[in-house]
C-alpha cells in the first residue's frame, strides 16, 4: 500500500528541475527555474519549478501540481505508472499491495460498475413518460438540454423497487451497500431514491460515488427536499466537493475556485459561465474540503446566502479554517444580497452581477473582527472586554505562530481602535479637519496629484490660532520631537523638492504639526513647490511659518539654507526619516510591553528589548543630530 510517508519520499528523491528539464527548456531564475508554460501557449515565462518545495506552477494557467502530477498530467501515465517509473530512477521499491488492500479496492471498483449503471437508468428514466413532471422542472430552472447532459441529471420512478428491477444483475447486498437501497428489519428492503429528480455527485475523476435527489411530488412535508446517499465505501460526504472533477481545470485558466452552498447552486453558476465553483454535499465545509480546496488555489472564494443562516455558515467556515491556516493559504468571503442566492442574483441582475459580487470577497480576518463586533451590544466596558477575549480565543486556535501572532497584532489594533478612540484636538476641531486627528485615521493613502482632504482650494483654510504655533507644537507632545518637527519644516523651505519623495511616509504618521498637512494638500494640488510660496501657502491657510525659536537651543544643518548642498539635504531627509519613523517604533514598543505584561514568555520579553534597543537608537540619533551643530 502506498503510504503518504512513503509518496513523501519519492517526491523527496526526485529533483523536479531535472525530471521537468528533460523535455521543457528551464532557465535559472535565482532559487528556482522559470520557462514557457508546457500546458499552454505563452510568449514570456510564466512557469516556475522550485526544487526546495518540490512543486511547479503557472501563473499564467494555474498549472500546479508534484513529480507526480507532472508524470500524470503531462506525460500522460496512469498513477501507478508514474509512481513506479518514479520510484525506479530514485531507487526505491514499490510497496507490495496488502492482500486486504486489494480485496477492498476490487470491491470499490464491482460499486463503481453498480452506480454507472444506475446512472445510465436515471438517465434513461428521465427521458421516458414518467420523467415529464422532472423535465418540467429543469425547464423552470432555465437549464438548457445541454446543461441537463453535461451534469447527468436524470429521475428515479416512483415505484419502491424500480431501480431493484433495472439492475438485477447485481445482486441486493452490493445495491444496499452502494446505498441505493435500504434494509430493514422484518421488511423487505427498498429503493432509497423514488419520484426524484436525480444528480450523480463524481470524485475527483469524475466517476459516479453517489447521488442526490430533490423531491419533485408537492405537498410531502414529511419528506427532505433533497436527499444524498449516504457514507458507503464508495462516497464520504466530509472529504467529497461536488463538481470538483469540473472544476479544477477550470480554476487553473481562473486562479480562482468558488463555494456555494448546493449542487444546483453550482450547475446555475455553471450555466452562466462560472465553471470553477464547487459545493460540500449537505455539511458545513469541513477541514478536509477545505484542504482540498487548497491543493488548487491559495485563497478559495466562500460564497454564502445574506440570511441569517448564511452568516452561520461562513463564521462555520471560518472557525474550521483558522487552526489550518498557513503562509499564503487562507480563505476569502463573499455574502450574497440579502434573500437571493447565486441563482435568483443571475436570473435578476444577470452573470456580470454575480462576478461583481465575488470581485467584492473579503479576506477571513476582516469577517472574523465584523461577526464578533456586532455579535452583541458593546455599551459597557465589560462588554467590549469580552469582544477581546471572544477575538483572543479566536486567534489560540491558529497553529501557524507567525499567523497568530499577526492576527493577534491585527486584532487588537482594530480593538484598540474601536475600544479606545483617540480624542480629538481642540484647535483642530475649532476649524476644518487637518487630516491628522485621530492619528491620520482619517486621511486616505497619499496618492500624487490627487487633491486631499487637507486641499485649502477645496476646504477653504484653517482658522488662526490665538495660540503660537511654538505653544500648539509643546501640546502636540513637547520635547526634542517637536523641535525636529520644526526644523524639518524650515530645510523644507530651502529644499522644497525633498517633500515630495517623503510625501506618503508624512501624510501617515500620526499627530504631527498640522502646518504638514497643509503642505501636503498645496503639494496634492500644484505638485513641486517654489521656496518663496512656502512661507505664503501657510499664512494664507491661517498657521506661522516655522521660527528659530521653535528649535531654539539645537542647531541643524539644513534650517538656514548655507550648508553644503548635497549634505544639507541629506541630513534632512535623515531627519524626515526619524520624524516619520520614531512614532511607529513607539507604537509597536507599547504593543510589546503590553503583550508581554499579559503572557510574559521569553519571547515577548526578547521582543520588547528588541524595541527598546531600536527606539534607544533612535534616541541617540536624534540627539546627535541636535548636538551636532549647536553654537
Known sequence: MLTPQWLDQLRARTTLSALIGRSVRLQK???????????????SPSFYVNDE???????????????IRWMTDHQGLAF????????????MDVPTPDPRAAKAAEKRDSLHDVMAAAQAFFEESLKGAEGEKARQYLATRGFNAHTVERFGFGFAPEGRQALKSALSRFPEPMLIEAGLRIAVEERDPYDRFRDRLMLPIADARGRVIAFGGRILAKGK??????????????????????????AAPAARQTGRMVVVEGYMDVIALAAAGIADAVAPLGTALTEHQIEMLWRHVEMPILCFDGDAAGQRAAMRAVTRALPLLRPAHSLRIVRLPEGLDPDDLIKARGPAAMEAVLGESRSLLD?????????LPLETPEAKAGLKARLLAHVETIAHQDIAGLYRRELLDRFSEFAYPRRENRW?????????????????????GRKGPWNGRQNGPAPSSPESIARLAARFGGGNRDALSAAVLAGL???????????????????????????????????????????TILTKNGV???????????RFGFVDGRGEPEKARAELIQAIQLLTELPMIEQALAAATERHEREFTDETFAEQQRLRERKLEFDKRLRQMTTRHAS
Not at 531564475?29 to 510568449?43: Q, T
Not at 462516497?235 to 466537493?241: N, Q, S, Y
Not at 506661522?544 to 539645537?554: F, K, M, N, Q, V
Open 29 to 43: 531564475a535565482g532559487r528556482e527555474h522559470r520557462a514557457c508554460c508546457p500546458f499552454h501557449n505563452e510568449n
Open 53 to 67: 518545495k518540490g512543486f511547479y506552477h503557472c501563473f499564467g494557467c494555474g498549472a500546479h501540481g508534484d513529480a
Open 80 to 91: 501507478m505508472d508514474a509512481v513506479k517509473e518514479l520510484a525506479g530512477e530514485a531507487g
Open 221 to 246: 412535508t414529511d419528506a427532505p427536499k433533497y436527499l444524498n446517499s449516504p457514507d458507503t465505501p464508495l462516497f464520504d460526504k466530509g472529504r467529497t466537493l461536488y463538481n470538483l472533477h469540473r
Open 367 to 375: 469577517v472574523l473582527w465584523e461577526h464578533e463586533r456586532d455579535a
Open 428 to 448: 483642530q476641531n475649532g476649524g476644518q479637519n487637518t487630516g491628522f486627528q485621530n492619528g491620520g485615521a482619517n486621511r486616505a493613502p497619499f496618492q500624487p
Open 493 to 535: 523651505f530651502h529644499w522644497p523638492e525633498v517633500l515630495g519623495h517623503h510625501a506618503e511616509a508624512i501624510a501617515r504618521t500620526p499627530d504631527l504639526d498640522p502646518r504638514f498637512g497643509v503642505l501636503l494638500d498645496c503639494w496634492d494640488a500644484h505638485g513641486p513647490l517654489e521656496s518663496a510660496e512656502l512661507a
Open 544 to 554: 506661522e511659518a516655522p521660527h528659530s525659536t521653535e528649535y531654539a537651543g539645537i
